[in-house]
């Protein structure tokens, strides 16, 4: 028994498919997610108009992103004022129902898309997170708009 052992051939080995990672520079609207998916882990995203003034006012504030879109002047020129009171770097998103999904204001399915998002017109960030590519990536993208 010992011997039939010895003479079975050895299994060949199957390679499995690495995940290639891209070489690429990651975008900014990218960069902003990953910051943001961390910072609401960390329990530092104010989202809507009542949070956000509250964290702006309190300085509390690192960065607020606010949705292109948003119907409503007053409350972007708010945001606006706010935020050059404070010296708060201010990004401006495309879309509201994107920066809603970004900031966690929304239902994942079983394949982790995201289901019944709510739109989002402000958010602020007061705690970045840990210490991410995306995080270093918005902080050069700060330093060279000022």
Not at 114 to 124: E, F, I, N, P
């Amino acid at each position: 028994m010992a011997e039939e052992e010895a003479t079975m051939e050895p299994e060949p080995e199957v390679e499995t498919p690495v995940e290639e990672v891209s070489n690429e520079p990651m975008d900014l609207m990218t960069a902003l997610q990953m910051v943001l998916k961390k910072s609401l882990a960390e329990d530092g995203l104010h989202r809507g108009l009542r949070e956000a003034c509250k964290a702006i006012e309190s300085r509390k504030a690192l960065l607020c992103v606010l949705a292109q879109d948003c119907d409503q002047a007053d409350y972007t020129k708010l945001i606006q004022a706010l935020c050059n009171e404070v010296n708060v770097h201010l990004i401006r998103v495309p879309e509201a129902a994107k920066l809603g999904e970004w900031a966690g204001l929304c239902k994942l399915d079983a394949e982790g898309t995201a289901r019944k998002v709510v739109k989002c017109s402000c958010v602020v960030v007061s705690d970045f997170g840990d210490e991410s590519e995306g995080l270093t990536i918005l902080q050069e993208f700060l330093k060279s708009s000022e």
